[in-house]
């Protein structure tokens, strides 16, 4: 079956635009989190969806940054004003109910020039 | 303190041979989770093995264990008879609380492994 997909691959873009990040997760699967992996670290997470609804919204890092979830299915991550420092690669993880295995998604990598 | 530390930034091992990436955790929670992940070059974390805090048994997927000591609060993989395709990198993660709560991971630094012919 189908793997969590994340659309970009790849986004440029220039320090002060706004960027809209999309996860798609595994079918059937309510529990979709994002997390930011900056070069040579692991995975710092961000945001945790439970169906519609935000669950856990304690690692954005400032108002900036932004999800939702409006169908239960796809999210989006949105950042407005981008910084230099918010260049990263964005992985995107769905699970199902019950379950704690986290399935990761190939990511999109950021880059604010 | 950190609550995930993987204290070897580089290994490297010999084809067929088995390998050691250690992984110490830090929690007051007596419920959690202890996962590692792979990621290849090409980027993508993929699940390889879970132990929960409760399970007696070290848990087993094909090559892979996980060599759990609830005392000492480690958490270490074992890869035996070690393939080429097992270079990337490697990291421990862990969650806190219940099972199905959907608590979010938290990972440690990484293990860069390289396997040599």
């Known amino acids: 079956g189908a793997g969590v997909s994340q659309t970009p691959s790849n986004k440029v873009t220039e320090k002060g635009k706004y960027v809209e990040l999309r996860c798609d997760p595994i079918s059937g699967h309510t529990a979709l989190y994002w997390y930011r992996q900056s070069l040579g670290q692991g995975p710092e997470f961000l945001i945790y969806?439970?169906?519609?609804?935000?669950?856990?919204d304690s690692g954005l890092p400032n108002d900036r940054f932004f999800a939702v979830r409006p169908e239960g299915s796809v999210s989006t991550l949105k950042i407005q004003r981008t910084e230099r420092g918010d260049s990263a690669v964005y992985l995107c993880?769905?699970?199902?109910?019950?379950?704690?295995?986290?399935?990761f998604g190939p990511g999109t990598r950021l880059t604010v020039l | 303190a950190q609550k995930i530390t993987q204290t070897q930034p580089g290994m490297f091992v010999q084809e067929k041979e088995a390998v050691t990436l250690d992984c110490t955790y830090d929690t007051s929670d007596p419920s959690y989770g202890l996962f590692w992940y792979k990621q290849p070059s090409s980027g993508e974390m993929i699940f390889l093995i879970y132990q929960g805090s409760y399970d007696q048994q070290n848990a087993t997927e094909g090559r892979y264990s996980l060599n759990f000591q609830k005392a000492r609060k480690s958490a270490n993989l074992v890869i035996s008879a070690s393939q080429l395709g097992d270079s990337a990198m490697y990291f421990c993660a862990m969650r806190e609380g219940l099972t199905g709560g959907g608590n979010k991971l938290t990972f440690g630094t990484g293990t860069q492994l390289k396997v040599e012919l």
């Open positions: 993880a769905s699970s199902s109910t019950g379950t704690d295995t986290q399935y």
């Open positions: 969806f439970q169906g519609t609804g935000a669950a856990d």
